[in-house]
């Protein structure tokens, strides 16, 4: 049941999970086209909308309905994705140790604490990605109100002022400088937190305990996840290119607008890829958790006692830990009277 209960390497990791996506495809793409679906509803909404004001000349609504869209549709990306990306972690757990999973009761599990998973979601997400999002932000207030009190962005007028784009061009140097080290420190932060989810949903964590755990974790196979998160990348944006590039062209065609029937059918085919490659990232990162676990702690031998009824499997277990007894055996001795004497054993 548990043979693949043992350290694996980054190639037998990735064949693992390449096995584990085809023999159970539905399961990971069902589970994956729950959050897919509820994306395309929504883009389908969205696009309705904006079709129905175009015909009926809201511009001014139009710009105000298009914001207001972009936050519900990245409000329900955080939610969504974060339950697909738990239950998939869950479903993967249980298909590696040889248990039966189905959807439904992958979502069934993790809902009682989806509360806890969410919050670790956001926690790790804004410890991650907060440096980007300062140095974005503080670009482009430098960008509208700088410029735009120095007159660069006034069409009335005649040069720009050359002191302004100098100051600009240096921030903008100075930014991408920045930014490269803040994406830096982002996948470096990342990857510390890559294991947080797979141990908040099969150990029963809480969110900073599930942090802290990811932390230990993942010391020593740090490398080996990027290649993953590269290999999962590079699949999505093939993917992506393969199945865009046909509306990529149209758009072009159509002087950058795409009528309404291509854009309904562009967000079909975006809802298969969804379907289709979120997986992969979450499969592999549970598959390095429990390689982990069985490197720093013996977690393969802890499943073999369970199997032999030695521990209960209701306990939560989060590290297997060998323990020393000291056996204290009694030892009986002669009377003494029996000893020969010291000066006799040589006799």
């Known amino acids: 049941m548990d043979t693949n209960l043992r350290p694996l390497t980054l190639g037998e990791i990735l064949d693992r999970t390449a096995q584990l996506y085809r023999e159970n495809f539905?399961?990971?793409?069902?589970?994956?086209?729950?959050y897919a679906g509820v994306l395309l509803v929504l883009s389908l909404i969205q696009i309705g909308i904006q079709e129905w004001m175009r015909v009926?000349?809201?511009?001014?609504?139009?710009?105000?309905?298009?914001?207001v869209g972009v936050l519900v549709l990245w409000t329900a990306i955080f939610i969504f994705g974060g339950l697909a990306v738990a239950a998939n972690n869950r479903a993967v757990a249980w298909v590696h140790l040889g248990e039966?999973?189905?959807?439904?009761?992958?979502?069934?599990?993790?809902?009682p604490r989806v509360g806890r998973y969410l919050w670790l979601m956001a926690i790790t997400a804004f410890r991650v990605w907060t440096p980007c999002a300062v140095l974005y932000l503080g670009y482009i207030g430098l960008a509208v109100f700088y410029l735009r009190s120095k007159g660069v962005f006034n069409k009335h007028a005649t040069?720009?002022?050359?002191?302004?784009?100098?100051?600009?061009?240096?921030?903008?140097?100075?930014?991408?400088?920045?930014?490269?080290?803040?994406?830096?420190?982002?996948?470096?932060?990342?990857?510390?937190?890559?294991?947080?989810?797979?141990?908040c949903v099969v150990e029963d964590l809480k969110a900073r305990e599930a942090i802290r755990r990811s932390i230990d974790l993942s010391k020593g196979t740090r490398g080996r996840?990027?290649?993953?998160?590269?290999?999962?990348?590079?699949?999505?944006?093939?993917?992506?290119?393969?199945?865009?590039?046909?509306f990529i062209v149209a758009t072009f065609k159509h002087h950058g607008l795409l009528p309404v029937g291509l854009r309904a059918l562009q967000q079909v085919v975006a809802f298969c890829t969804n379907a289709f490659v979120g997986p992969i990232y979450a499969t592999g990162l549970t598959l390095f958790y429990y390689d982990q676990r069985v490197r720093t702690e013996g977690f393969d031998i802890e499943r073999m006692m369970q199997a032999a009824g030695l521990t209960s499997s209701d306990e939560p277990v989060h590290a297997y830990r060998v323990t020393e007894t000291v056996l204290e055996i009694p030892v009986e001795t002669a009377p003494s009277a029996s000893l020969p004497e010291p000066g006799r054993l040589n006799e």
């Open 26 to 34: 539905l399961l990971f793409a069902g589970i994956a086209a729950v």
């Open 56 to 67: 009926h000349h809201m511009v001014n609504q139009l710009l105000w309905t298009t914001g």
């Open 100 to 111: 039966t999973a189905t959807i439904r009761g992958a979502y069934a599990s993790i809902m």
């Open 159 to 199: 040069t720009p002022d050359p002191s302004a784009m100098l100051i600009f061009g240096l921030a903008t140097l100075a930014f991408g400088v920045l930014m490269l080290v803040a994406i830096v420190y982002a996948i470096l932060m990342a990857l510390r937190y890559s294991l947080a989810v797979p141990a």
């Open 225 to 246: 996840i990027f290649v993953l998160g590269l290999l999962a990348i590079a699949i999505q944006i093939g993917l992506a290119l393969v199945t865009q590039l046909f």
